[in-house]
């Protein structure tokens, strides 16, 4: 009898490797809240410098109230696609909250922000049209980019110029241009006005993914665009401002607001709207109560931005021969950039045997040779934790500063 042919499955131990020799390979960690900004991982405490909870809403007791009621109301599941059985009341409400809260005539309600920017770009352009999209967008945008089919043009981080050019070169009758507000690995804004006129001057619609700036930028944490003065009276047509709840809002899901005719399209076109089910109704009455929170949360973004400072003057000290690089940011998410991924990897590990809890970022989330840690700092961090972060990472600078001389 023939042996059996060798399947390619057989290559799947030996590229497994391969990742884990290129210090790449990821793993999942078991995690249970412990109070404040710590966490118990994998059953050790740890005080966490890793979650996206900016506002430290997501074990807020008004939420997991609002879901207990309307789990007794509701039930648990929403039993079908939003344009079947699926579209409670609870949700209905919620897109009507949302878009008042982000003072835009519309919303539309999902229930995972990368199946929204995934599905929404292919619904707005396609073959022969032509998108835009900044180098380091978030993967749900580079996905969606790519499922559209429409021609990518794909320009420099931030480099409105390079924008300009591509715009004016493009002989596409729609256009679209693509951008995250705050970049979710460097953490910095980009400018939402520039970006806007250039639209508008070469007929394009904007898609802006405010994950990380909803409930904490603008007015009463209305978001970038908000904060840029883009709302209410001031709204573009143009503009289609995408964010999602899972971050600062404490829940989950995602939502995308702009003008009622260009939502009205979406509802009608997006295949991970039209084809999934619905969002569960508990979890849009906790977001309804969390908007509520946002608003009233000018005391808890004061706080993220005291710590924001703090950390920021405190990683100014470090040697500059350790030759680590902390990016420009504002906002929670705050990169210090390490190198390599084994470099980084080190970092992250002598941190996690203080019991902190920083992750490293390798690519391809990030470019080769820009591995980092990723430092998300919550309203829930005290002015003492951030004082144990930075003196721990002094003492790894230094010792790195050591071993460098010698």
Known sequence: MNAPAASWLDEIPARLADIGRAHLLRRRRVVQPAGGARLLVDGQPMLAFCSNDYLGLAGHPALAEAAREATHRFGVGSGGSPLVSGHSAANAALEQELAAFVQLPRALYFYAGYATNTGIIPALVGDGDALFSDALNHACLIDGARLSRATIHRYPHADLAALEAALAASPARRKLVVSDAVFSMDGDLIDIPALLALCERFDALLLLDDAHGFGVLGPQGRGSLAQAGLTGAAASRRVLYMATLGKAAGVAGAFVAGDAALIEWLLQKTR?????????????????????????????????????????????????AVGWHLLPSDTAVQALVIGSNEAALAVMESLRAEGLWVPAIRPPTVPAGTARLRIALSSAHTAEDVDLLLQALQRHAAGCTTTAQT
Do not use: N, V
């Not at 709207?273 to 309804?288: D, Q, V």
């Open 272 to 320: 991970t709207y039209i084809f999934a089910t619905a969002a569960p109704p508990l979890l849009a009455s906790a977001l309804s109560k969390s908007l509520e929170l946002i608003a009233a949360a000018d005391d808890r973004r004061q706080q993220l931005g005291a710590r924001i400072a703090q950390l920021r003057s405190g990683l100014a000290a470090l040697p500059a």
